[in-house]
């Protein structure tokens, strides 16, 4: 019986090429679905948005942090792929009961990629799965890094406003794209005051368009707070997104750079 590895270390046994897939991460059944595994995927969480027609049709198993057990068991899965961070460790825990759970924990581009490469294998497509993670790695090594990266701060959230701190992805992807993250040196997602706000100084404030949807209309508030700032939107997708939407990030990271510097 195969024997795989998820990225928490975990041994999970797979008899045979899994026919049955449920997906509990968004960026994870989009990987899905570009490695073409349409036709295996039954379950997704009500956040799975892409690819927007091939998700429609299939099942929905509620929130990431919120399974509906009882449609979870009527779809009779043979494998489960979640993420340490974004699901909830009793939930998977009590899948982990009854189906091969596979989960991922992803912190940097290389953990992205290597969990590309291991999903490709867990599911019979580790060809595809190489292709999507060659040309990712080649996209982000061909990034420019200027000697001078720009002072930022990237939110992720408001009332309380919380960022993006050390060991986050979203911290790796600024460092990647030329920017500073000017609280690199808290917690993963910590709670910025005001005055704390103001004392970083930061060049541009990153407004995310999730979890929390920023809009043009909150730019006020933190012009105010730093009015020497740059605010901007920013595409969420492309910086926490760690699955083949990757790909992309790097032509858009760089319309960015572009864009703070008019």
């Given at each position: 019986?195969?024997?795989?590895?998820?990225?928490?270390?975990?041994?999970?046994?797979?008899?045979?090429?899994?026919?049955?897939?449920?997906?509990?991460?968004?960026?994870?059944?989009?990987?899905?679905?570009?490695?073409?595994?349409?036709?295996?995927?039954?379950?997704?969480?009500?956040?799975?948005?892409?690819?927007?027609?091939?998700?429609?049709?299939?099942?929905?198993?509620g929130?990431?942090?919120?399974f509906?057990?009882?449609?979870?068991d009527?779809?009779?899965?043979?494998?489960?792929?979640?993420?340490?961070?974004?699901?909830?460790?009793?939930?998977?825990?009590?899948?982990?009961?009854?189906?091969?759970?596979?989960?991922?924990?992803?912190?940097?581009?290389?953990?992205?990629?290597?969990?590309?490469?291991?999903?490709?294998?867990?599911?019979?497509?580790?060809?595809?799965?190489?292709?999507?993670?060659?040309?990712?790695?080649?996209?982000?090594?061909?990034?420019?890094?200027p000697?001078?990266k720009?002072?930022?701060?990237?939110f992720?959230?408001?009332?309380?406003?919380?960022?993006?701190?050390?060991?986050?992805?979203?911290?790796?992807?600024?460092?990647?794209?030329?920017?500073?993250?000017?609280?690199?040196?808290?917690?993963?997602?910590?709670e910025?005051?005001?005055?704390?706000?103001?004392?970083?100084?930061?060049?541009?404030?990153l407004?995310?368009?999730?979890?929390?949807?920023?809009?043009?209309?909150?730019?006020?508030?933190?012009?105010?707070?730093?009015?020497?700032?740059?605010?901007?939107?920013?595409?969420?997708?492309?910086?926490?997104?760690?699955?083949?939407?990757?790909?992309?990030?790097?032509?858009?990271?760089?319309?960015?750079?572009?864009?703070?510097?008019?």
């Amino acid at each position: 019986m195969p024997t795989f590895t998820d990225q928490l270390q975990n041994a999970i046994f797979l008899a045979e090429k899994p026919k049955r897939i449920i997906s509990l991460v968004p960026s994870q059944t989009e990987l899905l679905f570009d490695l073409g595994l349409e036709n295996e995927v039954v379950g997704v969480t009500k956040f799975c948005i892409h690819p927007s027609e091939k998700v429609k049709p299939k099942t929905k198993i509620g929130g990431t942090k919120n399974f509906n057990f009882k449609v979870i068991d009527e779809l009779q899965p043979d494998l489960i792929i979640g993420n340490k961070e974004e699901n909830y460790q009793e939930g998977i825990e009590k899948l982990a009961e009854k189906y091969p759970v596979w989960m991922s924990d992803i912190f940097t581009l290389e953990d992205s990629l290597d969990m590309i490469r291991k999903v490709g294998e867990l599911t019979g497509k580790a060809e595809n799965a190489i292709e999507i993670a060659s040309k990712t790695a080649t996209a982000f090594a061909q990034l420019p890094q200027p000697k001078n990266k720009i002072q930022a701060a990237y939110f992720i959230w408001k009332n309380p406003y919380m960022a993006a701190g050390s060991n986050t992805f979203i911290n790796d992807m600024l460092q990647r794209c030329g920017f500073e993250n000017v609280f690199a040196h808290a917690e993963r997602y910590p709670e910025i005051g005001i005055e704390l706000l103001h004392k970083s100084r930061p060049e541009v404030i990153l407004l995310s368009s999730e979890p929390y949807p920023f809009q043009e209309k909150h730019f006020q508030e933190f012009q105010q707070i730093c009015p020497e700032a740059k605010v901007m939107i920013v595409d969420g997708e492309m910086f926490s997104w760690y699955g083949s939407r990757l790909f992309k990030a790097p032509e858009y990271f760089l319309k960015l750079l572009a864009a703070f510097r008019k």
